[in-house]
């Protein structure tokens, strides 16, 4: 029997992202343009690397804010033009279409919790019902003084939600990342998608949240898909502090989590410290991505991470700006020493490419110790994959009947499948008699 998880377009069980923040990546200015500056057409850089995000495996583009903004595209004045620092309606006609041409769906970040102050309707008396007044001013989000939060109990700004989406969804984007979901209540999205998807049945809709009840959220929201903080800190802090207990805690609840909705995985975003640098032992980071390709749910890759980028985010103003850099206008530009971890994520993208199934497997541990773990993901009917993590100084044996079982991958081969080299990781995979399985 194949074990059922949440809802969304069938397209998205084959889904692996490679996530870009465009102001970022193309080398934008900190803040929107002086009136009267001639657009950039910056879009069209991103286009350039489209074949990149081909060749690293990935099937889709995860886009950060692209519409237009004061500073850094999550403080929107306008959300049916293009940021002109980034481009316009043709520029985005044309990345789409470059993108479909290659295969890739585009989904685009949707920022519908709070506004810019210069958003039209802030300031507007005929609007006011639009805002959440406070004694002195308007409710703000998280005490940012700029991000005004938008009143999701107005039916206008239900209405004007439900017109964005359907505006961008028409023009060709697959879907919604739906930002600081967390923060908006989960029935306004419930509304919203109830009006959005019989015009567009194919689309998906992700929601950024950080703590609570995930799939209490997903349940009352309808969302496809929901950000899997809990995982993301649980890979990067066990390997740190050399506890699999607590990956295999995550694990647990992971598999939870997939009984209600496709969690969105990842081991970095625009939003923390880059895995390159959050490890203390980066001998590790590929525990991290075999992890990552190998459990269930929708992989994504922040732009950068598959060359081992670095960047700390500090809690600063402009603390992003070391996690959010520009690309080169070219590959040839990229560092040599980042090769290594693209050709890393690209073989377990392949993996996982082949092993479609793995989008709704579960996790059982089936071996466990402070610095080993063996992590056998399976999906009801037949398929099995094992990951093998050893962080120890000393080779490790994992005692497991490995009848059947090949290697796929891994950090080194090894005479035996079940023998990991010190702090080195395997993934093996089932061999029966027809073949791979």
Known sequence: MVIAAGAGPSWLDHSIWW???????TGAEAAALPSGTPRRHRLRRLAKWLDYAVDLGVSG???GPIFTSETHGYDTTDYFTIDPRLGDDRDFDELILAAHERGLRVVLDGVFNHVGRSFP?????GSAHWFRPTADGHETFEGHHSLVRLNHDAPDVLDHVVRVMDHWLDRGASGWR????YAVPPAFWRQALDRVR???PSACFAGEVIHGD???????SGLDSITQYELWKAIWSSLNERNLFELAWALDRHNGFLESFLPLTFVGNHDVTRLASRLDDERHLGHALAVLFTVGGLPVIYYGDEQAFHGVKEERAGGDEAIRPSFPDHRDDLAPYGWHTYRLHQRLAGLRRRHPWLVRARTAVRHLSNTAAALEMTDGAGHRLVTLLNLSDHPHR???DDTGLAVADASARTAEP?????HGWAVLHQVTHAGVR
């Open 19 to 25: 996530h870009v923040y465009p102001l970022g990546f």
């Open 61 to 63: 583009l995860q886009l």
């Open 398 to 400: 994992f005692p497991l």
């Open 121 to 125: 309707r802030f300031g507007d008396p």
């Open 178 to 181: 739906l930002d600081a979901a």
């Open 198 to 200: 019989p015009l567009h």
């Open 418 to 422: 079940c023998l990991v080299p010190e």
């Open 214 to 220: 995930y799939a209490g959220y997903a349940t009352a």
